[in-house]
């Protein structure tokens, strides 16, 4: 049973460690999206995006919830949220940045381009123009974002 754990707790983090499903998770934080969505948001084909959320599906991080014809995908429990934020602050702080000051993990600003609304802590990416700070829920609407501009 302790090996089993331990070889269970690999498994995970090796599906964790891909850049994309990171994202994918971050987009999902606190929403509950559709393929389509997913997939413009972050300008990741839908096969592509599929195949992500399948291996995440598999080990249980994300799950899905059926409306009519329409399937959801949601993170299945919040622990996954939280585990994620500790490797970021580990991350920033290994990387000499400030760890986001708790006020700023608070503060709700949208995304200019699709309109979700997230924190600076969340954003899956931010552009700093002319003195001000856009934050974005994924790389498809960042580069929306910057092909308007």
Known sequence: MYKKVFQSHAQLLQVLANPKRLEILQLLRGHNLRVGEMSQMLA???ANLSQ???VLRR?????TERRGK???YHIAHNNFIKAVDLMRQVLFKRLGNKVV????QLTVVTDPVCGMR???VSAARSLKQIGKVFYFCGAGCERE?????
């Open 145 to 149: 974002f910057i092909n308007k501009k």
């Open 44 to 46: 990741l084909p839908q």
């Open 70 to 72: 329409e399937i959801y």
């Open 59 to 63: 080990l249980g991080v994300v799950a």
């Open 101 to 104: 000051q708790s006020t700023e």
């Open 52 to 54: 992500h959320l399948m």
């Open 118 to 120: 997230l924190t600076p």
